[in-house]
T-cell receptor, first 115, second 111 residues
Framework: AQSVTQLGSHVSVSEGALVLLRCNYS??????LFWYVQYPNQGLQLLLK??????LVKGINGFEAEFKKSETSFHLTKPSAHMSDAAEYFC?????????????FGQGTRLTINP | EPEVTQTPSHQVTQMGQEVILRCVPI?????FYWYRQILGQKVEFLVS????????KSEIFDDQFSVERPDGSNFTLKIRSTKLEDSAMYFC?????????FGPGTRLTVT
């Protein structure tokens, strides 16, 4: 069974500092990988995804993530944090099999930006 | 930009009552899902739906739960007899090209 571990339920960075949110997965074969963001009282919005090809993927709002198969990781980064980045971030995986594949989510990381 | 919509945004019900949560997926999507998020916990998969039938369901999705796509647009989740532990945020999602688009959620409070 697939699982996702996000290290750190809360991360706090200063505005302008590097953002690094960690995600490790467990899967028998490399899955598809996703990062979602959830702003207060809103649904989940897709930030970026990795399915195949280049292992460094760029998403919206300046975020990017790198798939490292050897480390079973898909960490999310942003070079310079902005106040508007404060939100909850979820890493998720799904099977590569065709069809209605469910997402398996990590516990989430709440990102706080200090002025 | 097309989006997934959900109604109501907040539903309060008494234990033992039936509730129906409604979703309108994005029109050209073929796969539909329900997830829930209990306060302070992670988002959990409930059920996936394709071609008018359930594709997969989780252990959470027991006989008290059912889903339906009664017409070409709506996708509903019914809980027949709600329990206190059903209190959660329920998200509908629809999928195209392996990207799932989530609705804003319905907060269900069971008292």
């Amino acid at each position: 069974a697939q699982s996702v571990t996000q290290l750190g339920s809360h991360v706090s960075v200063s505005e302008g500092a590097l953002v690094l949110l960690r995600c490790n997965y467990s899967s028998s074969v490399p899955p598809y990988l996703f990062w979602y963001v959830q702003y207060p009282n809103q649904g989940l919005q897709l930030l970026l995804k990795y399915t195949t090809g280049a292992t460094l993927v760029k998403g919206i709002n300046g975020f990017e993530a790198e798939f490292k198969k050897s480390e079973t990781s898909f960490h999310l980064t942003k070079p310079s944090a902005h106040m508007s980045d404060a939100a909850e971030y979820f890493c998720a995986v799904s099977d590569r099999i065709q069809g209605a594949q469910k997402l398996v989510f990590g516990q989430g990381t709440r990102l706080t930006i200090n002025p | 930009e097309p989006e997934v919509t959900q109604t109501p945004s907040h539903q309060v019900t008494q234990m033992g009552q039936e509730v129906i949560l409604r979703c309108v997926p994005i029109s050209n999507h073929l796969y539909f899902y329900w997830y829930r998020q209990i306060l302070g916990q992670k988002v959990e998969f409930l059920v996936s739906f394709y071609n008018n039938e359930i594709s997969e369901k989780s252990e959470i999705f027991d006989d008290q739960f059912s889903v339906e796509r009664p017409d070409g647009s709506n996708f509903t989740l019914k809980i027949r007899s709600t329990k206190l532990e059903d209190s959660a945020m329920y998200f509908c999602a629809s999928c195209l090209n392996r990207e799932q688009y989530f609705g804003p959620g319905t907060r269900l409070t069971v008292t």
